[in-house]
């Protein structure tokens, strides 16, 4: 893990089994480089710590531009 999204995941309240379903669904994205896939994840937290979205919008979000 290049970015410590676990830490922004219990700050935001993220639990992680419900973090599991983001990082199944960002890193096979990036295959190849790990860092953007983390950095995605992180960005996606972030944006649920700050109320901006929530993580079911974003996980939707995600599902439909695949």
Avoid: T
Wanted: hydrophobic share 50%; glycine share 2%; proline share 5%.
């Amino acid at each position: 893990m290049m970015f410590d999204y676990a830490f922004a995941a219990q700050r935001a309240g993220i639990s992680s089994d419900k973090l599991d379903c983001p990082v199944s669904i960002m890193r096979p994205e990036f295959p190849d480089d790990e860092a953007m896939a983390d950095l995605h994840i992180l960005r996606a937290i972030l944006a649920v710590e700050r109320n901006e979205a929530s993580l079911e919008a974003i996980l939707r979000q995600r599902a439909l531009i695949d």
